[in-house]
């Protein structure tokens, strides 16, 4: 297969985070680049310096950021403007250099609505624990707050950072957050990188919480199928992989970086095949 010719033309998209070592960006977003024949590039580089690479993309002219973890916050400070559905979650996993102006997007919360809706569950009315308060974590909250859960309550390992999350969210929808369910969660949402290659044989959540007829998801997507969905599975949990919400959360972002229609059969298929392969 003949690599394509990149000229001075072509305009450079990449993937920031740390550890960037496992991304499946590349693989993905390459794969609709070829099949869409735009004159992109998309590379991965590992930063330490969020400010740095927000610095760097407006010296070099680079097209657009993906964004990962630990960069989905500390990037704001540095951009120019923010897209609604940054401005609600406080949360950027997408950044778009149009001519200079740096606009701040999160495609994860749109994404994982749609790949829970793949999987059958709807999440109006559930009762939702969410482990972790990140940046994926507040973007999927806030969609979870659009699509009218129930109330949510949060495991988190950076207590501030869980008050800050409950506060925004309880602003725009006063008593949604609260510190314990009323009964079992009706859905479980890993949305921290616990489980994630290579701490592959972590669980973030006790065993004893998992019960049937619950709604699993794990946004992890490395591996494919983590020791949690496993778990769950095993007990009679409906389970959702992270591999639907990747893939449609790049194709969202694929769109904003080109602005043209993402091939998304194709990206759900280049993930799932690539993480499969690597699983054996």
Same mark, same amino acid.
């Given at each position: 297969?003949?690599?394509?010719?990149? &000229?001075?033309?072509?305009?450079?998209?990449?993937?920031?985070?740390?550890?960037?070592?496992?991304?499946?960006?590349?693989?993905?977003?390459?794969? =609709?680049?070829?099949?869409?024949?735009?004159?992109?590039?998309?590379?991965?580089?590992?930063? &330490?310096?969020?400010? +740095?690479?927000?610095? !760097?993309?407006? !010296?070099?002219?680079?097209?657009?950021?993906?964004?990962? #973890?630990?960069?989905?916050? &500390?990037?704001?400070?540095?951009?120019?403007?923010?897209? +609604?559905?940054?401005?609600? $979650?406080?949360?950027?996993?997408?950044?778009?250099?149009?001519?200079?102006? /740096? &606009?701040?997007?999160?495609?994860?919360?749109?994404?994982?609505?749609?790949?829970?809706?793949?999987?059958?569950?709807?999440?109006?009315?559930?009762?939702?624990?969410?482990?972790?308060?990140?940046? =994926?974590?507040?973007?999927?909250?806030?969609?979870?707050?659009?699509?009218?859960?129930? $109330?949510?309550?949060?495991?988190?390992?950076?207590?501030?950072?869980?008050?800050?999350?409950?506060?925004? /969210?309880?602003?725009?929808?006063?008593?949604?957050?609260?510190?314990?369910?009323?009964?079992?969660?009706?859905?479980?949402?890993? =949305?921290?990188?616990?489980?994630?290659?290579?701490?592959?044989?972590? /669980?973030?959540?006790?065993?004893?919480?998992?019960?049937?007829?619950?709604?699993?998801?794990? #946004?992890?997507?490395?591996?494919?199928?983590? %020791?949690? %969905?496993?778990?769950?599975?095993?007990?009679? $949990?409906?389970? #959702?992989?992270?591999?639907?919400?990747?893939? +449609?959360?790049?194709?969202?972002?694929?769109?904003?970086?080109?602005?043209?229609?993402?091939?998304?059969?194709?990206?759900?298929?280049?993930?799932?095949? !690539?993480?499969?392969?690597?699983?054996?």
């Amino acid at each position: 297969m003949i690599s394509p010719v990149h &000229t001075a033309l072509t305009k450079t998209l990449a993937v920031i985070g740390n550890p960037i070592e496992h991304s499946m960006s590349p693989l993905i977003h390459g794969a =609709a680049i070829a099949e869409t024949g735009v004159d992109f590039s998309y590379v991965a580089y590992r930063v &330490t310096d969020a400010a +740095e690479a927000v610095r !760097a993309m407006r !010296a070099l002219g680079i097209r657009g950021f993906s964004v990962t #973890i630990p960069h989905k916050e &500390t990037v704001i400070p540095h951009l120019d403007r923010l897209d +609604e559905s940054a401005k609600g $979650c406080g949360s950027v996993n997408t950044i778009v250099n149009d001519n200079g102006t /740096l &606009t701040g997007y999160t495609t994860d919360g749109p994404g994982a609505v749609a790949a829970l809706r793949a999987g059958g569950v709807d999440p109006a009315e559930k009762r939702v624990l969410i482990v972790g308060t990140g940046g =994926a974590a507040r973007a999927i909250s806030f969609a979870l707050l659009s699509e009218g859960v129930s $109330c949510i309550a949060f495991q988190a390992e950076v207590p501030a950072q869980a008050a800050r999350l409950a506060h925004d /969210l309880n602003a725009a929808r006063p008593g949604v957050v609260v510190d314990r369910l009323p009964s079992p969660p009706d859905l479980l949402v890993n =949305a921290s990188p616990v489980g994630m290659h290579p701490r592959t044989d972590a /669980l973030p959540v006790e065993r004893s919480l998992l019960r049937s007829g619950m709604a699993v998801f794990d #946004i992890v997507y490395n591996p494919i199928r983590t %020791l949690l %969905l496993k778990e769950a599975e095993a007990l009679g $949990c409906a389970t #959702i992989d992270g591999a639907g919400m990747f893939a +449609e959360q790049a194709a969202l972002q694929f769109e904003l970086f080109t602005g043209r229609p993402a091939p998304r059969e194709l990206m759900r298929r280049t993930v799932r095949d !690539a993480l499969l392969s690597r699983q054996g």
